[in-house]
């Protein structure tokens, strides 16, 4: 989900181990809106053997495998890139 405030968190570069995918509906507005919205999160196990969760799109969703490693590069909630499977463009990486 993209959220829509300034994202003031470090970048976040280490390499990382996909871990777990998933995948939940979302109501923006209990009650005046009654389709679910999806909502996406990659779990990865980092280098330091801490995880973190972001939320992606379902395009990123779905382009990545759970075992999968490789470079993982975020910022606070927003993943910039991870192994050769998701690249965004982001100034300073």
Known sequence: M???TIN???ITNCNAKL???KCSDYYPMPGNIFEP???YELVFLKEDKSTV???VS???YNVV???WEGRLIY???ELISFGNWIQQSKKGV
């Open 2 to 4: 993209k959220r829509y």
């Open 8 to 10: 003031r968190h470090e």
């Open 37 to 39: 919205q999806k909502v």
């Open 58 to 60: 379902a395009f990123e």
């Open 75 to 77: 910022q606070g909630y």
């Open 19 to 21: 871990i777990e995918k």
């Open 53 to 55: 969760s972001l939320e």
């Open 65 to 67: 495998e759970v075992g």
